[in-house]
């Protein structure tokens, strides 16, 4: 069975600094997708970035970019020039290729920015 | 759109009563649809999954069951609650037909069991 990990519980940052946040996952499929959703107090999932496993290039939005180690099955979230909206629960998911649809998401990391 | 809606926000309800929580989407035909639990503190739990009509896939044995009556319509229910049924319950959907689509999430309902 699959399953995503993020160690880290809580993350803090100063505002214009960068912080990463980090996700493993655990699968023997080699076609998968991952995600990092944000979950600001309002409890409304947003999407941030996605990556397809068969792409190399690491996905970038914005401020937003991951480290996607195919190898290491590891998917972590780098915040550039953080801002004070980006303090919010940031959770990792994952999806299976083809004919699965289940998604599959990590504990979370609660992420606080000071100013 | 991909607007869900869910109802409701809140609730409270003693342990031992029943439960039925709706959810219904708009937007392209025959989506996926997902029940997660996030209890306190705690991730996303996947509950349930449907790819179709009366299709429902169960994730963790549980007194909560699933129905999808219609295509667009998502239920989540339980005969008696138990005090652990406490906790924020969000309905998802993606769209069927491709592969790499995210999720589109409703605004959750809180569950108190009390």
């Known amino acids: 069975a699959q399953t995503v990990t993020q160690s880290q519980p809580e993350m803090s940052v100063q505002e214009a600094e960068t912080v990463t946040l980090s996700c493993t996952y655990d699968t023997s499929e080699s076609d998968y997708y991952l995600f990092w959703y944000k979950q600001p107090p309002s409890r409304q999932m947003i999407l941030v970035i996605r990556?397809?496993?068969?792409?190399?290039q690491n996905a970038t939005e914005n401020r937003f970019s991951v480290n996607f180690q195919k190898a290491a099955k590891s998917f972590s979230l780098k915040i550039s020039d953080s801002q004070l909206g980006d303090a919010a629960m940031y959770f990792c998911a994952y999806k299976g290729g083809g004919a699965t649809n289940k998604l599959i998401f990590g504990t979370g990391t609660l992420l606080a920015v000071q100013p | 759109s991909q607007t869900i809606h869910q109802w409701p926000a809140t609730l409270v309800q003693p342990v031992g009563s029943p439960l039925s929580l709706e959810c219904t989407v708009e937007?392209?035909?025959?989506?996926?649809l997902y029940w997660y639990r996030q209890a306190a503190g705690r991730g996303l739990q996947l509950l349930f999954y449907s790819i179709g009509i009366g299709q429902i896939s169960s994730e963790v044995p549980q007194n909560l069951s699933a129905s999808r009556p219609q295509d667009r319509q998502f239920i989540l229910s339980s005969k008696k609650l138990l005090l652990s049924d406490s906790g924020f319950y969000l309905c998802?959907?993606?769209?069927?037909?491709?592969?790499?689509?995210?999720?589109?999430f409703g605004q959750g309902t809180r569950l108190t069991v009390v």
């Open positions: 998802a959907r993606r769209k069927g037909f491709s592969e790499n689509t995210e999720a589109f």
């Open positions: 937007g392209t035909s025959n989506p996926n």
């Open positions: 990556q397809e496993a068969y792409k190399q």
